[in-house]
């Protein structure tokens, strides 16, 4: 829990509270009348904004709403170096997803599987391949098809 002391403005932590006032003993779940009673106040969870592809949420203080205090949240870009390690482990990702799609319908390529629509499989796997060889960041994957048996 993260707290606001009235006289300063200060937030920390409920551990770091405790530490600060180590002569009272308090009880495991500190109340609202109790923080009173010390001139602080709870923080509540405020709302997270939602970041786009390249930022992170990032806490920017607290904000008093309704006479209630609420962690404030901002939407922060990421440095170059955060965007190319994101890129790196989203193309790792699309790479391992696109190989266990091919690996799952291997079978589909089969000489004797009884397959009508088996130039849907062709196709299907054709555009995994290509995300398999090269990953984008951002993989759109192509539906697998539904097996029509003959």
């Known amino acids: 829990m993260l707290i606001r002391i009235r006289s300063t403005g200060q937030t920390m932590y409920e551990s770091e509270f405790r530490s600060i006032n180590s002569n009272t003993s308090f009880p495991p779940q500190?109340?609202?009348?109790?923080?009173?009673?010390?001139?602080?106040?709870?923080?509540?969870?405020?709302?997270?904004?939602?970041?786009?592809?390249?930022?992170?949420?990032?806490?920017?203080?607290?904000?008093?709403?309704?006479?209630?205090?609420?962690?404030?949240?901002?939407?922060?870009?990421?440095?170059?170096?955060?965007?190319?390690?994101?890129?790196?482990?989203?193309?790792?990702?699309?790479?391992?997803?696109?190989?266990?799609?091919?690996?799952?319908?291997?079978?589909?390529?089969?000489?004797d599987v009884p397959l009508l629509n088996k130039q849907e499989f062709v196709d299907y796997r054709t555009a995994v391949r290509a995300i398999a060889l090269n990953p984008p960041v951002q993989a759109t994957f192509p539906d697998l098809p539904v097996e029509q048996w003959s």
């Open 30 to 111: 500190i109340s609202v009348e109790i923080l009173n009673e010390f001139g602080a106040d709870p923080v509540l969870n405020g709302a997270q904004p939602t970041p786009t592809f390249y930022q992170v949420v990032a806490q920017d203080g607290v904000e008093q709403v309704g006479g209630q205090w609420f962690t404030k949240f901002i939407c922060v870009d990421m440095d170059q170096e955060a965007k190319d390690a994101k890129d790196a482990q989203c193309k790792a990702s699309n790479k391992a997803t696109a190989e266990g799609k091919l690996a799952a319908t291997d079978w589909t390529q089969v000489a």
